[in-house]
């Protein structure tokens, strides 16, 4: 069975002076279900990509899952990133735990870039040597992202973008060798291509295009066999738990393409994901 | 942050103390609420769909899933629906013993929690389900400091 | 769906306080024992699925990182699940989607805390509410539950003795279980007399807080016959409820002494697993419930009895090992709570139960089982039920 995305919705804007995460969300998903033609009834599940320190609640779901539709519904929440969380929400439809999921995401950060950066280190040693402007400096812009997954029926592709889900995977650098700049994030990269390329219907270089975060992703392009696909332009980059989605609304694809999207999650190039999809 | 080594039990562990701030945006509902406080009123909300009355006021219905409107909400007296006595303190607890008791004021469709004055002599604090309170706004402190709930005797 | 089976299961001796080892060696010590009984090789492992309670808890930020992967190799794709308490649940649930969708053979599933690490644990719990109307007022893990017995003595009519009686019969499980963190006996008379820590709970019905971590491994069929007894999935749901404890007293569609979303994941699991009658059906139970006043909720929503007649199974002995339905008979989160484990750690008992070799408080002729867990503000809950037979 393949899985459609429908609704897909993403606002790239930090919250405005005033605005709560819990009303940004509930807007978010909002849309998301005007979009997709769906309402909140006829949805099964939520999966959320969100991160408590940002946001500064020790369980950033307790606040804000129902603010993305979660109420009386199956809800889980990953840290990985938002691209991670459409895959499972697309595996829960597959296994047949559910027929249309709420897919969330949000990086809308209370606290200073600085000091998320700094505590996402271990203490014993990462602290004391890393270089905290590299990771500060990563690309971590703001938004929130949600969109709508289904099982997708011959014959009814429903409204929304029309993207079919292809496959996804996720992974991580090694923490050591990526602090010290030792082979990572190369490693990690060229791992998620060659995952990524055996969990999909093999790509056609000529007829393939691919999004990536800013960075180094030729370890990414080699491992999956997408060295000579067409590369869209990188554009701005966001945080992990939106990144993904917002690049998955912002591809132009051309007449008869499928779209491969990798980006990092957080820190940068530590944790890594990746999704094909093509158009139903 | 800053870390210094300690020993725990005969093992060298690190001990940090975080210091990260964060500035939580209140939302529409919640600071209507928070000012409504400074003026002595009690700011609800009423679901358009399910016409709910909401409290703590929210701009968005968990279960319709759709907005709300704000309005000032007139009564202060309702029913104790739950509470309890605290006598263990944490970080940044109210000083103990302290009262917590949800009430649903008349002409609301949720309960409000809110500290609640209590007999400190006695473990259930002198509250009882059921029993009718008020919801009284004290002159000083911001937000739910200001608001306590009293038995009406 | 794919069939799902536990085929490893591995979970920590249980201690106040594990200042000798990292968190993720602390996993290595559930992990080693649940991938040597798969009967798979390491490289036979698609994934890892990692939970651990809030950040705020560790001290890090997605400890995994830093904490396990060195151990594990970077080479082995990890998701990281939270969901509060209700982690354990979900980080099952989560794997279990892994495996029933085919997207993976055989996945690792690890849960683990180090709640010893933070200097005071209900501070950063208080930081799960709303900062302008649930935070001030004081909650925290402990006034939330004791605002849900005030209203079950209220409501149904427990009393603390129902409740010190759930603690003792618990204490006795923690005797007999060599995993659990407290194993001294207590009796009925001492929880009575024990200090109020918020009303009406007493500092001995209080869940321990707890290091320790649990690791199952979920394969499908295909692998399943890899060791002697695997352990079958027959059904498992989730529901999240509101995240406003006042919307959840004397309403009509949720009621916190109800746990509302409990029952309606319960029914759903049921379902699945072809349960009609749960409590003729389910041999052996193991509830989420840090305090006394939770496991006999629990018990209700579950359909182990009508609404409000929990005490009934109390005063019976029902819920005792030996009993007609032993509820946690391991002693439960009450003699051993590492918050992103424990619900990780109910699974792994029902599996030891299942293949009856649970040692001391093994229920005898154990053939279906169910496991709970719980997170946010009573809020989250999950359900699975297995059996030993496949589906």
Redesign the interface.
Known sequence: MTTSIAGLTVDTRALADGESIEERVFATVRAALEQAEVERSQIDAVVIAADDVADGRSITTMLHATAAGAHFKDEIRTTNGSLTALGLASLRVQAGLARQVIVAGWWLPHADAESIAAVSLDAGYGRLVAVRERLVAAPAGAGSAACIVRAACAGSAGSGDGLTLDGFCFGQADYHAWLAGDGEPAAALGRLGRELAERCAPFAQADTAVSVAPGDWEPFFDGAGLSGARRLPVGAAHHGLVDGLARLAAAQLLPGERLVVATTGDPAFLQVEAVSVSHA | ?T?RPVE????L??E?H???????????A??A??RGVERGAIVAARCAGCRRV???P???C??C?CDTELFDFESREGEL????????P?????PTP?G?A?A?LDGS???????VEIDPDQ???GL???TRVELAILDSGF???RLRYRPVR | MRRVAITGAGQTVHASRRPDVTLGELCLEAIVPAVGESGLAWDEVDAVVFGCGPDLLQGVRNAYLPELVPLLGAAKPMLRIHTGGATGGSLFQAGATLVASGWARAVLVVGAEKASEPGDVQAVLNTMWNPLFEQPIGLNAINMLALQSVRQMHVHGYTLEHFAEVTAKNRRGGVRNPFAQLRQEVTVAEVLASEVIAWPIKALECCPRSDGACALVLVGDELAGRAPAPVRLRGMAECTDSMYIGDRLGDSLSEYIDATTLRAAAHDAYRQAGIGSPFDEIDVAEIYSPFPSAEMKACEAVGFCERGEADRLVETGALELGGVLPVNPSGGPMCANPIGATGLVRIAECVEQLRGTAGAHQVDGAARAIATSSGGSSQFYTVAVFGKEAP
């Not at chain 2, 629906?81 to 263990?88: A, I, N």
């Not at chain 2, 944490?90 to 109210?94: L, V």
């Open positions: 942050m870390l725990v039990r005969g093992h562990a690190l940090e975080w210091d990260l701030r964060h500035r939580h945006a209140l939302g529409r919640g600071e609420f928070a909401l409290l703590p929210r701009v968005f968990e279960r899933f629906l739950s509470f309890t006595v605290v006598r263990m944490f970080a940044g607890s109210p302290f917590i949800y649903r469709d949720t309960a409000l929690g809110a500290l473990a259930d604090g009882a389900i059921g937000g739910m400091e």
